[in-house]
């Protein structure tokens, strides 16, 4: 036994010494992790990799301040971080806001009320079909200025469903341009609904 | 500066014409039908510049034997009236599609209407209609719509329009003209969705009327609350007609599927394409999607009517491939987009289709098209693309 192991050895030495440097060192990075001091703080998540510590070496004091300093700075910028995250039930919360004020324009788009003569958006624009929210800013030419989604809104309801337009920070119109730009970019499935274009005609 | 796109676009289709225009002399006929046609592929194939303005005319009429027109008659769709006295917009609309086929010269032997005379199926605003449709000179056929159904189940409509159809119909009839052989489908008839729900009449009216309802229900020929009536209905009708008789069909909703989200769609459209389907020439004629569209399906040429009142979007799937779509309607132009319009029975059995734009070239698809599958007779490319 002892006798195949002693040839094998220097064999695989002179494998490595032949087979070039590169292949010595890619070897030498795989196995760097293992050799490399990790130290991990006491809340057991915390760590550093000391690059150049080895394993087994016992640091000098202010070697050991430094990493313990550093250890400490990490923690603390991971902490705070995570401080900034939000909860599962946090977006839960922004979600559903979201949904009512995209329902809210939902029912605004439905509503024949903003208008005198009956007519009401999704009877033009089923799903908010051909409102192209993503297109505004743009030139709008019939007005001959740049007009934005809302002066669109504004735009019908004055004209074709004869009604009063509504103030620019107006929740309906607000909440109509949330249903609108959610409506195109969910329920169209072609690209060119959810890709920004201002300026597009 | 950069050149923008469209000025690069100006500037390359000014030296294409330059260049057609230099070598327009010195060929023969042939060579200068070959380069009109040329030039009015390119022309369409930029989708830039209006067909019409270099397309030589020469090239159309080169086409040969033209099929003799056997009769025509008028269409009117699509008309969504309320009380005059809410809504002022639809009536002008459709008085103004009155005056239209009124001025046909000559007359069209009779007109057809589409589907949904009302908004809301009111007494008030199928009355309206009826007092506007009788101003038209020539003889008026009826064809119901959802609008005009679900407010009282077609109570209304039918004691107006109802008086001559057969025994146990709601709506449905045929008629012969001129050796083609016409039914008139009620396609709108969906499954009961208010019992169950204690909806009121209105309730159920709006329910149907929202397009874009989440919960909305397919149209059907046979498979709603009235039963299979209609379709056995049909079968019988049609055993009575040789297989040679041209078959024109009115339907509202369009008889294939289109785009179920927005009911453009008829569920069991198979099952009356598959009663179609033995006779050699068979059109529908169907209202409901406010839009120029057409299909065809095995043995049948299938026109969508337009809407005098507004016109729909067309639907992000669905859309039957040899549509040619109408660029976006101009908001600002209450009669873009919208219109009545002609079909050309010719004496071959086949049937024309005239889009009557108001605020546009009224666009011709023949049956010619839809058989060639978009090779032959292609209606012009409209200048913008659709969105």
């Known amino acids: 036994m002892l006798k195949k192991f002693s040839l094998i050895i220097p064999l695989i030495i002179l494998g490595i010494f032949f087979s070039g440097k590169d292949s010595l060192a890619t070897k030498g990075d795989k196995n760097s992790k293992d050799d490399k001091k990790v130290i991990t703080a006491c809340d057991g998540a915390t760590q550093v990799v000391l690059n150049d510590v080895a394993k087994n070496e016992v640091m000098t004091r202010e ?102 337009p509504l103030k620019e920070d107006d929740p309906r119109m607000k909440a109509m341009e949330a249903y609108i730009i959610w409506a195109r970019a969910n329920q169209d499935p072609r690209p060119h609904a959810k890709i920004l274009n201002p300026g597009k005609r | 500066m950069p050149k923008m796109p469209s000025e690069k676009r100006e500037e390359q289709y ?37 067909p019409h303005s270099f397309q030589l005319v020469e090239a159309v009429e080169a086409k ?7 009769f025509r008659f008028a269409y009117i769709s699509d008309t969504h009236l309320y009380e005059r006295k809410l809504n002022e917009r639809f009536v002008r609309a459709a008085l103004k599609a009155v005056e239209d086929v009124n001025a046909l010269d000559p007359q069209p032997d009779f007109v057809l209407f589409g589907g949904d005379l009302a908004q809301l199926g009111q ?77 009121t009449p209105m309730e159920r009216m709006k329910f149907m009327a929202q397009l874009d309802n989440p919960k909305g229900r397919p149209f059907t020929v046979g498979k709603g609350y009235l039963g299979d009536g209609q379709i056995r209905w049909l079968k019988e009708d049609l055993a009575k007609v040789s297989k040679d008789t041209p078959i024109v069909v009115f339907s509202h909703s369009p008889l294939y599927k289109y785009y179920k989200p927005w009911n453009f769609w008829t569920d069991d459209a198979e099952d009356v394409q598959a009663l179609l389907r033995p006779f050699k020439n068979v059109t529908v004629i169907h209202g409901h999607t406010h839009q120029p569209v057409f299909n065809r399906i095995g043995n049948i040429n299938f ?20 549509t040619i779509k109408m660029n976006r309607a101009d908001p600002f132009d209450q009669f873009d987009g919208t219109g009545d319009g002609t079909v050309e029975v010719l004496a071959n059995g086949k049937a024309n289709k005239i889009y009557n734009l108001w605020s546009r070239e009224p666009m011709v698809v023949t049956a010619r098209y839809l058989e060639s599958g978009g090779k032959e007779e292609v209606p012009p490319v409209p200048v913008d693309p659709s969105f």
């Open chain 2, 303 to 322: 026109y969508g009517m337009l809407s005098t009142a507004w016109p729909w979007p067309y639907a992000p799937t669905g859309l039957p491939k040899l």
């Open chain 2, 123 to 199: 007494a008030e605003e199928l009355k309206l209609g009826k007092e506007i449709l009788s101003q038209l000179k020539a003889k008026l056929y009826m064809m119901v719509g959802e609008h005009d159904w679900y407010l009282d189940l077609g109570e209304k409509w039918l004691e107006l329009f109802g008086q001559n159809l057969p025994k146990g119909s709601y709506g449905w009839y045929s008629f012969d003209h001129k050796g083609v052989h016409f039914i008139v489908l009620n396609s709108v008839i969906v499954e009961d969705y208010w019992t169950e729900s204690k909806m």
């Open chain 2, 14 to 50: 000014l030296k294409e014409r330059e260049k057609f225009f230099e070598t327009l002399p010195k060929l023969n006929r042939r060579q200068f039908l070959k380069a009109a046609m040329a030039s009015a592929a390119v022309v369409l194939a930029k989708n830039q510049f209006p």
């Open chain 2, 64 to 70: 040969q034997g033209k099929v003799e027109v056997k």
């Open chain 1, 63 to 164: 070697k050991a301040q430094e990493v313990a300093s550093m250890l400490l700075a990490t923690y603390q910028q991971q902490k705070k971080y995570q401080s900034s995250k939000f909860t599962r039930r946090d977006s839960l919360i922004w979600e559903r806001e979201l949904k009512a004020m995209i329902e809210e324009g939902y029912k605004w788009f439905h509503d024949p009320s903003l208008g005198t003569n009956g007519i009401s958006c999704d009877m033009c624009h089923p799903d908010a079909a051909d409102t192209h929210p993503e297109t505004y800013p743009k030139f709008q030419i019939q007005l001959k200025k740049i007009a934005l989604l809302r002066d669109m809104i504004n735009w019908c309801i004055e004209n074709p469903m004869e009604g009063q």
